[in-house]
């Protein structure tokens, strides 16, 4: 939607039917727009990036919420809020009808062309089925992001076997995002068997030693196996959207 409105406006130059000076103005406005106090949205970012500003829900008040995804739909065909709690979901879900909410994921998101062709590549597993969350706040943004994605959960280490039934799908991949809890041992064995990046993902899961995923988060920062990159505890979001930027890339 903005490269047509940014098209739109140069034919208009072009054509002599607006002036240089006024598509100036335009532009300046087009960029960077100011919601009450509280945001200044960049909606140049789609055009730099592929991808428009995401919201981060948390902290946001539900007033702040809506208004930020309003302005953001009005120019592009996809908006996607994260960190929106189901609560906060249920007062705003009525000022929001085009937009679809994931309650496990607490993702809420706008996709006004959701049959548009989808990149294949995208691998998404998880430890144990108390890490889905977070998985599937990590494959829901690779889909919005034109990459279609394979899920397999509840493969981690404690059943090897289980990881194993999948090899094949994991080898055919081009990137695999693991996620797990615990002691975070997934995503280092997966790395010993493909040739491709391997996005691990710590969760806040597991007993009181795990200190809230820093003990996962600290396993696959120190992980011996290869092609191993590592996001922040609990971020899906920022695994998706890395796994999405690869698997797209030409």
Same mark, same amino acid.
Request: proline share 6%; hydrophobic share 45%; net charge negative.
């Given at each position: ?8 406006l140069?034919?208009? $130059? ?6 240089v ?12 727009e ?10 140049h ?6 991808? @428009? ?8 008040? @539900? ?5 930020i ?6 120019r592009?065909?996809?908006v ?38 989808k ?11 108390s890490?889905?969350? $977070? ?32 090899? @094949? ?20 064995v ?8 391997v996005?691990?993902?710590?969760t ?11 003990a ?10 290869n092609? $191993?990159?590592?996001?922040n505890?609990?971020?899906g979001?920022?695994a ?11």
């Open positions: 939607m903005q490269e047509d409105v940014l098209k739109n140069l034919e208009k $130059v072009k054509t002599g039917a607006m002036p000076e006024k598509a100036i103005q335009e532009l300046k406005s087009y960029s960077i100011s919601v009450g106090d509280f945001a200044r949205l960049d909606h970012r789609a055009l730099r990036t592929g991808f @428009p500003e995401v919201i981060f829900s948390q902290g946001k008040t @539900p007033g702040q919420i809506v208004e995804f309003n302005k953001l739909s009005e592009n065909d996809r996607l809020a994260t960190r929106l709690k189901p609560d906060i979901y249920e007062q705003i879900r009525s000022q929001l009808p085009e937009a679809i909410y994931h309650p496990l994921a607490h993702l809420l998101y706008l996709d006004r062309i959701p049959d548009r062709p990149v294949p590549g995208v691998v998404v597993l998880c430890a144990g089925t890490d889905i969350p $977070v998985a599937e706040e990590a494959a829901i943004t690779a889909e919005l992001m034109n990459s279609s994605v394979k899920r397999f959960f509840d493969v981690g280490v404690a059943g090897l076997h289980r990881l194993l039934y999948h090899l @094949p799908d994991l080898q055919n991949a081009r990137v695999i995002i693991a996620v797990a809890g615990m002691e975070g041992a997934l995503p280092s997966v790395a010993g068997l493909v040739s491709v990046p996005i691990a993902v710590p806040s899961v597991g007993y009181g030693a795990s200190f809230q995923g820093l996962a988060l600290l396993a696959m920062l120190n992980s011996c196996a092609g $191993v990159s590592v996001v505890i609990d971020n979001f920022g998706g959207y890395l796994a999405a930027t690869i698997n797209n890339s030409k």
